[in-house]
């Protein structure tokens, strides 16, 4: 806030200090020339003065609109990213979650193809799996793309996404294989090794 009054204090001193400095190269103008200045030159001294005035004005106004604008994206960033981390805290989520964490227990041990093989058993905790995969990739993405502020999810999710990342990297690797898709969750992974 303090900043923005500062910003105005300026503004008003440019206004000021620009219609001052005009009037002064006027009466100077008028003074040094003596009765032959016209009062065309001092019109075109005025006119220069104010127009040059002006254009500082409106530099200084850039460039606070674009002072504004970065401050309003950053906002934007992170009213995002506190979305996901609501997202992840649902309870539909949270659920979700519980699912997985178990899974993950369940899974550690075994081979990528017995993975499959175990989900294939229980479709509820597949699902499960899945949707948080795919969750962490949104999240990947939304960062990747500037739509999510990386440090605010870095603080929530680190923990989260590296414990799961390596839990389930067999069984990316195996669903790539199986698909002849080196994409599947690649943004995920990389978040997850720039977070480890």
């Keep these: ?17 620009g219609v001052f400095l005009t009037i002064a190269a006027m009466v100077i103008c ?18 220069s003065g104010i127009a040059l005035t002006a254009l500082v004005y409106a530099a200084m106004n850039v460039r606070l609109i674009y002072n504004s604008q970065q401050h309003n994206l950053e906002m934007k960033r992170k009213s995002f990213s506190s979305d996901l981390i609501s997202q992840f805290n649902s309870p539909e989520m949270t659920k979700l979650s ?28 597949k699902t499960a799996m899945v949707a948080s995969l795919n969750f962490f990739e949104k999240l990947a993405i939304s ?31 195996l669903k790539r294989k199986e698909n002849q898709n080196n994409k599947i969750f690649e943004k995920f992974e990389a978040l997850a090794r720039r977070w480890d």
């Excluded at 900043?3 to 503004?11: A, D, H, K, S, T």
């Excluded at 032959?36 to 005025?46: A, M």
């Design 1 to 17: 806030m303090d900043e923005i009054r500062i910003n105005i204090y300026v503004r008003y001193a440019v206004l000021l200090l």
């Design 30 to 47: 008028y003074l040094w020339g003596g009765p032959s200045s016209t009062l065309d030159n001092v019109l075109k001294i005025f006119g």
């Design 98 to 125: 519980i699912i997985s964490y178990a899974l993950k227990k369940d899974i550690k041990d075994l081979k990528p193809d017995e993975v499959v093989e175990y989900l294939e058993k229980d479709q509820d905790k």
């Design 143 to 173: 960062i990747e793309h500037g739509l999510a502020d990386e440090k605010l999810l870095r603080d929530f999710f680190r923990g989260i996404v590296r414990s799961n990342f390596h839990a389930l990297k067999g069984f990316i690797e």
